[in-house]
């Protein structure tokens, strides 16, 4: 019998019967066992009372479906239903029906953590009855993530250097220089005059040969040869040579003549007070610097608290070296292809359109997602582990928390969201979620970061701005650092199914 994968974002709700009303979940007889494999056996015991109720919503359902001749629809009597479509029918379709929603009891009352479907062997009860059956179940593994507390991850240093400051304020001089013609050899940021002379094969090239061409030396915006050449000609001189076709179908070499006709240097302005004054709103060039040496500081640290949690996560995953199981990432390309299905949809395309585009078929899009899918799966495994050794746990009034503000979001009734993750294990879903994104706060704030000359980074350059959040505003997902699609929702993905 193919039941439903569980919890931890492909639990399902109870059947979806049009029909008729879900089954109503009443306490039944469970237990867990071991199994081989990384599974584990669920076995589940409906009393004859279960069956009967089981068996009772299939019959109502099944006489509203069923048209007989002189019966209204849902007043055929049991007795004639059974008699038009075999004794077993009805309690055949009770099975079908209610199993998956012990199951799934099941599941959440033992807080399994499964990855795939079960494996369902009805036990007792085939035919008439007590029931009894069990699910064998593939569960997420605890794998260990050794060397956690030794990590060292390298960023660029978040603070801005005098060079970088330099630039800023060049970049304002350059809005008010001249140019002025100069007999030295040109350097970049010079501007040359020229005419150009482009062929290929033979053949002049339209749109690469023009006379009198004013060209910024160093700019890169032709091909790069051109550059390499001007730099350290003079006025009079007379350049030749080949480069690289821009586009790769083509075949042979550009071939260029150029004659440089005029040399002329970028003249700034002096840097003072009067300057920056007519150029900014600022009244003396320290309070410039001072203000661009801040935004520099902000952007920085903003990229820096981006790279190190990137860093940090591609470093966790790494210490990862356990066989993940084939159906973690299976389920891990399902969500990145639905995630592009809807992006795709979004702009008004489809994943056929893609392939065709991409010259891919869809089983090599599945192969080229597996790698990033795999890492995923690992940090998702890396962070778990590193709160379980760090026993990092989630304030239980964040995740009330997190539900009341999902309510809000989805125009629910807040009772109703507690409901929905009260039955379908939604609560340990966004709980587990809460500890990775602890355990990764926890890495970020413990591990030795560095920049690229081995200095360590203060730990306050790496704080985030101490602004408050809006209360409806979403928490970051761990997900986030794993891929550029991840859900920003509070509450993970599945966990109210």
């Known amino acids: 019998m193919a039941v439903p994968a569980g919890r931890h974002g492909d639990l399902p709700a109870a059947p979806d019967r049009k029909t008729g009303p879900a089954h109503r979940l009443f306490d039944v007889e469970s237990t867990l066992a071991p199994a ?51 004794a077993g029918y009805i309690r055949a379709e009770a099975m079908q029906d209610a199993l998956p929603d012990y199951y799934q009891q099941a599941v959440v009352r033992h807080d399994v953590d499964v990855i795939a479907p079960p494996e369902i062997d009805i036990t007792a009860g085939q035919e008439d009855g007590p029931v009894a059956f069990d699910a064998i179940v593939e569960v997420r593994p605890v794998v260990s993530a050794d060397g956690y507390e030794t990590l060292a991850v390298e960023i660029p240093n978040p603070l801005p250097n005098d060079d970088e400051v330099d630039a800023q304020v060049d970049a304002l001089r350059a809005q008010f220089s001249e140019l002025e013609t100069v007999g030295r050899p040109a350097v970049d940021t010079d501007h040359v005059t020229i005419d150009v002379v482009g062929s290929h094969d033979g053949t002049e090239v ?19 040869e051109i550059d390499e050449n001007l730099r350290g000609a003079r006025a009079g001189d ?23 006709k005029e040399v002329q240097a970028r003249i700034l302005p002096d840097l003072d007070d009067d300057l920056v004054r007519s150029a900014s709103e600022f009244e003396t060039v320290d309070e410039l610097r ?83 899918a795999e890492k995923s799966v690992r940090l998702d495994l890396g962070l778990r582990a590193v709160a379980d050794a760090e026993a990092l746990e989630p304030d239980e009034a964040d995740l009330r928390e997190d539900a009341e503000r999902t309510a809000q979001r989805m125009e629910l009734d807040p009772d109703e969201v507690r409901d929905r993750l009260d039955r379908s294990g939604g609560w340990a879903t966004l709980r ?66």
């Open 36 to 86: 081989a494999d990384g599974k584990v056996k669920i076995s589940i015991r409906l009393d004859q009372q279960e069956m009967d109720r089981a068996e009772e919503a299939a019959y109502r359902r099944i006489a509203r479906q069923v048209r007989l001749p002189g019966f209204r629809p849902g007043r055929a009597p049991r007795k004639v239903l059974e008699a038009r479509l075999g």
């Open 206 to 224: 339209e749109g690469l040969t023009v006379a009198d061409y004013t060209y910024e030396v160093g700019s890169g915006a032709v091909v790069p």
């Open 238 to 260: 007379i350049l030749e040579f080949n480069a690289d076709h821009p586009d790769p179908s083509a075949d042979g070499l550009l071939r260029f003549r150029i004659l440089v």
């Open 290 to 372: 001072d203000d661009i040496a801040e935004r520099l500081s902000e952007a920085k640290r903003a990229q820096a608290r981006m790279m190190l949690r990137e860093r940090v996560s591609e470093a966790v995953a790494d210490l990862v070296v356990a066989d993940l199981p084939e159906a973690l990432v299976s389920a891990e390309v399902d969500r990145r292809l639905g995630d592009l299905q809807q992006m795709l949809q979004a702009q008004n395309g489809d994943l056929e359109g893609y392939l065709a585009s991409t010259g891919q078929t869809a089983e090599e899009l599945r192969e080229q997602m597996s790698e990033g």
């Open 432 to 497: 587990a979620e809460r500890r990775k994104a602890l355990a990764l706060e926890w890495l970020m704030d413990h591990i030795t970061v560095t920049d690229g000359d081995g200095a360590p980074i203060a730990r306050e350059l790496l704080a985030p701005p101490e602004e408050p959040r809006p209360d409806d505003e979403p928490l970051s997902s761990v997900e986030d650092t794993a891929s550029p699609d991840g859900d920003e929702s509070p509450v993970a993905p599945g966990a109210l199914s």
